[in-house]
């Protein structure tokens, strides 16, 4: 048995009508977490998106939930919740013009853990690219993609804890989750659609 944390964003403005959510998950440092730990992991969640704002269209802000998650990982059951101190919004700073609102970066999370014969991996989207990240041949420039795997690997500077960001493999019918840490951050050579579901 194993409680991680869940971070949330709430992703609001012109550029995303609708809006939108990211998550990321943290096995915390302390066992069951601890208000400590959220706020930790909260800073270290707002500095990803920090490093890659210049490469998100100005209409685009990400507000972070105070309210962090404590679930267990195992059966997928809500243990509790911790209040993080308050982490300031981020908004985007690429002006001029963007490219189609369902054109989003992609950023690829690795893991060393093997579920069922399969490598445990997860994504998180970067909405709202500017025109001027998309290279001469439609997909991301050079520049985007170090600069935004750049930030997506701020998650492995150690924060206030110990605290580590993971990938959860989510249970099914109440039993069988899992968790693996990330271990590596990579960008996509090419642009990604999200999808909107129901959660």
Known sequence: MAVILRTSAIISGTALPG??????????????????DATDCLARFRTVFDGLKS???TGITWS???????????TGVLVTTFTGAAA??????AAGDGLPRQTQGLIRW???????????RGRLYVPAPPEADNDATGVPSSTY????TTAAATIFIAGATSSEACI???PVGGGGGSNGDITSATTSATWSVLVSRRS
Not at 20 to 36: D, F, H, I, K, N
Not at 64 to 74: G, K, S, Y
Not at 145 to 148: C, E, G, L
Request: aromatic share 8%; no cysteine.
């Open 19 to 36: 809006g939108g959510l990211s998550t990321l998950y943290w096995l915390p440092g302390s066992a069951g977490g601890s208000t400590a």
């Open 55 to 57: 490469h998100v269209s």
């Open 64 to 74: 972070f939930d105070q309210t962090v998650l404590a679930i267990e990982a195992t």
């Open 88 to 93: 300031l919004s981020v908004t985007g700073t």
């Open 110 to 120: 690795g893991t060393a853990t093997v579920i069922a014969g399969r490598r445990l």
């Open 145 to 148: 993609k170090n600069d935004v």
């Open 168 to 170: 959860w493999h989510r």
